[in-house]
């Protein structure tokens, strides 16, 4: 038996799977997500980097896993909770089981929770610390109480990658800084041009050095407002070439405007949040995987919103005015998710076929 406990004192049973936690406890920010598959892409999304991820879901791992579906080169979640854990994976496409990945990587989880009740609680009160494993309730409830959440710490520099490398070989050069970049954006980049992946604390000088068509800026996790050496490398490529932010790069775009940026009660996590297009009124279907959001009236005469959330009226998108650089806080490469708003690499290509006159 394996126990989960949360820093509000809530208490839940279940049987550990993956890896054995060091010793016996797991800990990070508990938060759900709300997709029926993409499971994979979910737990090795470096944007949940500090926390434990409850799958609403009740029946995961029944297809398995394929080295493909990495969104990165290992997952940097602390957890994960399940209703129920496949005990056998069929699918042409898998190569091995979600809790042989789990072992793999070093990762553990528990399976057997009731995540119906998990879920409204998180609803009611928000996200917040736990943990969960094989020590005592009250190692287990002392550990959630320390645990420091994603707040006020730099999770993009566990994330990162040290070195810059190459994707793809097109006639366009675009730098894509990483803040927590997935492998399926990767693949849409590069089918625009040249990607050359930079380190998150890679400088302006350096980055224009590179003789870019466009910079884009990646998801990836926690606070930006402790990302602030990005923000100022942003200000400072702001104007000078043509940017795509996406996610955290939306947030980290909008706070190189003086935007602000707010914790929402228990965050964005799923593949079903409905976002209207302002310009065209059309409704897009979105992924999403985010816990901060951008204020819009802190944008106010810097940029123009183009996106909203229907759920709960946040802001979604904006266009900077005077500047060739837009952002929307979903994920259009739907990794997983739906293809709704795919359109979004279209327009960055146009902005930066226009800079580069071809």
Not at 164 to 187: M, Q
């Amino acid at each position: 038996m394996c126990s989960s406990d949360l820093a509000d004192g809530s208490v839940f049973e279940g049987e550990l799977i993956g890896a054995d936690p060091d010793g016996g406890i797991a800990g990070g920010e508990v938060v759900f997500n709300t997709v029926l598959s993409g499971y994979q892409e979910v737990v090795t999304d470096p944007s949940y980097a500090g926390q434990i991820i409850t799958f609403t879901y009740p029946h995961i791992g029944n297809y398995g896993v394929n080295d493909h579906d990495f969104e990165s080169a290992r997952p940097f979640c602390r957890g994960v909770i399940v209703r129920e854990m496949a005990r056998r994976h069929s699918n042409q496409r898998a190569e091995d089981s979600l809790d042989a990945l789990l072992r793999r990587f070093g990762i553990s989880g528990i399976a057997g929770v009731d995540t119906r009740r998990l879920t409204r609680l998180l609803r009611d009160t928000g996200a917040m610390p736990g943990a969960f494993g094989t020590a005592s309730e009250s190692s287990l409830l002392a550990a959630a109480r320390s645990e420091r959440g994603t707040d006020g710490i730099d999770l993009v520099a566990q994330v990162t990658t040290p070195e810059p490398y190459t994707v793809g070989d097109g006639p366009l050069r675009i730098v894509a800084f990483d803040f927590g970049i997935k492998t399926t954006i990767l693949r849409h980049l590069s089918t625009l041009g040249t990607v050359e992946v930079v380190p998150a604390s890679t400088s302006a000088a350096e980055v224009l050095a590179r003789r870019p068509d466009g910079v884009f800026l990646s998801n990836g996790p926690g606070d930006p407002a402790m990302v602030g050496y990005a923000v100022d490398t942003i200000a400072s490529l702001l104007g000078e070439v043509p940017m795509f932010g996406i996610c955290l790069g939306h947030q980290l775009l909008s706070r190189s405007l003086g935007g602000a940026t707010f914790k929402l009660p228990f965050g964005h996590h799923g593949g079903n949040h409905p976002v209207r297009h302002l310009a065209t009124g059309h409704v897009e279907i979105t992924s999403q995987n985010h816990n901060f959001c951008v204020d819009p009236d802190s944008l106010a005469g810097r940029a123009d919103i183009t996106h909203l959330n229907l759920n709960d009226q946040t802001n979604e998108g904006m266009r900077v005015i005077g500047a060739p650089a837009f952002s929307v806080q979903y994920h259009p490469e739907a990794g997983p998710g739906p293809h709704d708003s795919q359109y979004l690499f279209g327009m960055f290509h146009e902005l930066m076929t226009a800079k580069a006159g071809v």
